[in-house]
């Protein structure tokens, strides 16, 4: 199990990092070479600490269901720049387009919400992957300040992966947020077994945005991922 912690400022950058090895299993590269397609699941949110007071109900699910598809979406980009040819050791296995997983999702009648509690063993097979990357991401306090980002659902969608800022991604207003810890596991499709798995903890500056705060929290992951070259 690895864990980082890392200060994030008002630029995000990554101030400080101690870690155990991630865990891989030890059938990891006997079954990774029959992997051909892997996806990333919807991310599932928790909060711990009292939602804001002023949100309905509906608002909080929205909001909660937003970032779980804004961090799904960034962690996609982030493993897709991490498969470049151009890099040392790249991903090697092709990761199914995030838009094609939630429409497989939708046309089987899985919400992003219902995804969070089904197991990764019956999704991977729904989604025709070899293996699904499931993430539990925990907060303190909402990216969102207040009723914006409950209401703004919607995510830009990349014409090109590029190594630079992610801006575009996603949504714009968001503006606070505190401590985030998550859990990222690999499981295959044949059993269910973990084939890896990596934790992260950030303790985070609320004046960085959102789509900041996302987008390295997201890269930290990919940059520890396997299927390596």
Known sequence: ????????????????????ANYESPQFAERAIHHQVIAVLPFEMVLDGDPPKNLTAAQIAAAEEAESVAFQ????????????????HPIRVRIQHVDETNRLLADNGIGIRES?????????????????IRTSVRKTRYLSGGESFAIETGLQVFNEVSEGRFAGLLPWGLTTTNDIWANSVLVDSVDGAVMWQSDLAAA??????????IDDFTLELAKRFPYRG
């Open 1 to 20: 199990m690895n864990t980082f912690r890392f200060s994030l400022l008002s630029v995000l950058a990554l101030a400080s990092a101690c870690s155990t």
């Open 204 to 213: 985070t500056d609320w004046r960085a945005p959102a789509n900041t705060i």
């Open 73 to 88: 979406e960034a962690y996609y980009y982030r493993l897709l720049g991490q498969s470049s040819a151009h890099r040392k």
């Open 116 to 132: 969070w509690a089904l197991s990764a063993k019956s999704l991977a097979r729904t989604l025709r992957v070899d293996a699904v």
